[in-house]
């Protein structure tokens, strides 16, 4: 059974970092691109990082660019997202989420809360 | 503002048939073939209900279908069932996009 776990998230305040896990099981993690998408309390889905199974190619939207890196640890199967220089806008749920079927997001873990606040 | 256009709400009674819209342009869904529905219960994580614009995993009810015509694609709910309220998401591969993946702002559906 496919499985996704996130960890990391919590409370921190503006312009502080943390990073965001992702376990994965079920699959060969190594041979699948992964996402991570954000949902801001009562809003839409925004996909905000990608990395291909290799690390090769990495992408980021332009909200997060330049604060926010997507890594990956194949051996262990995890999925990571360290996020510096947070803001409130930033609050959200945050996800992983396995990329299959042309840029299709087949499995999602359950999320993970990430509040900016002071 | 999402990248994709979807009405914020439709209704429908059980049994009845419903379609959500999704809108875009040629740089996402008018131009590949990539087009995937997500439904979302509250508090919980989206699930796949359709991909590469008409084809459903293995596990979802064949009551769920899509389409596509230009820059528009469909998701069509026949036999509306309480269980299918909930948030419907649509999403397309996007050439234009820093993460080549846009969503639609959701639509939510509510069984009267």
């Known amino acids: 059974e496919v499985q996704l776990v996130e960890s990391g998230g919590g409370l921190i305040q503006p312009g502080g970092s943390l990073r965001l896990s992702c376990a994965a099981s079920?699959?060969?993690?190594?041979?699948?691109?992964m996402n991570w998408v954000r949902q801001s309390p009562g809003k839409g889905l925004e996909c905000i990082s990608y990395i291909s199974n290799s690390v090769s190619t990495i992408y980021y939207a332009d909200s997060v660019k330049g604060r926010f890196t997507i890594s990956r640890d194949n051996a262990k199967k995890l999925l990571y997202l360290q996020m510096n220089s947070l803001r409130v806008e930033d609050t959200a749920v945050y996800y992983c989420a396995r990329i299959t079927y042309g840029w299709t997001s087949d499995y999602w873990g359950q999320g993970v809360l990430v509040t900016v606040s002071s | 503002q999402s990248a994709l256009t979807q009405p914020a709400s439709v209704s429908g009674s059980p049994g009845q048939s419903i379609t959500i819209s999704c809108t875009g342009t040629?740089?996402?869904?008018?131009?590949?073939?990539?087009v995937s529905w997500y439904q979302q219960h509250p508090g919980k994580a989206p699930t796949l209900m359709i991909y590469n614009v008409n084809y459903r995993p293995s596990g979802v009810s064949n009551r769920f279908s899509g389409s596509k015509s230009g820059n528009t694609a469909s998701l069509t709910i026949s036999g509306l069932q309480a269980e299918d309220e909930a948030d419907y998401y649509c999403?397309?591969?996007?050439?234009?996009?820093?993460?080549?993946?846009?969503f639609g702002g959701g639509t939510k559906l509510t069984v009267l």
């Open positions: 999403s397309s591969y996007a050439s234009s996009s820093t993460t080549h993946v846009v």
């Open positions: 079920g699959f060969t993690f190594s041979s699948y691109e």
């Open positions: 040629t740089s996402d869904v008018g131009g590949y073939n990539y």
